[in-house]
């Protein structure tokens, strides 16, 4: 992760709610939960996209490395506002970049990463990113 970037800094953004079991004692959404918006954010755009198949896709992402920083805290009822972009793509693993942003605010309340292998269903061994999936994840790539 190098340095803080800001909502125009991501190549698609996706709105995901907070619910009031998000926030812990402090009154602010619990840490944890900040993967857990990594993982909806990327995987719901790559659904979307066509290119993730849940139940039967040949080929699924592992998470194999993730990271976040933390800025300012989030809280329910916000909206959180996930920016997605890809830092690199391999053979059989992409490195995804996600920026956590209050919904109106250009200045991020986290910011993390996360890294899948891509993977057989049946022998769970790396694979070949599928040839649709490299062009989708080729069209948010960031340069740079």
């Known amino acids: 992760m190098s340095d803080k970037k800001n909502f125009s800094s991501y190549a698609c953004h996706r709105d995901i709610p907070t619910r009031w079991m998000d926030n812990d004692i402090y009154g602010h959404v619990n840490n944890v939960n900040y993967y857990s918006f990594f993982d909806t954010a990327v995987n719901g755009f790559l659904i ?59 200045e991020p309340a986290a910011q993390g990463f996360f890294v899948h292998v891509y993977v057989d269903r049946a022998n769970r061994r790396p694979t070949s990113i599928p040839e649709k999936m490299k062009n989708v994840l080729s069209a948010i790539e960031s340069v740079g």
């Open 48 to 106: 979307e996209q066509g290119v993730l198949g849940l139940e039967k896709g040949e080929t699924i992402g592992l998470v194999v490395e993730t990271g976040c920083r933390y800025f300012a805290p989030l809280s329910f009822p916000d909206t959180v506002v996930a920016g997605i972009s890809v830092s690199h793509i391999g053979n059989s693993s992409v490195r995804y970049e996600v920026g956590l942003f209050k919904k109106g605010d250009t």
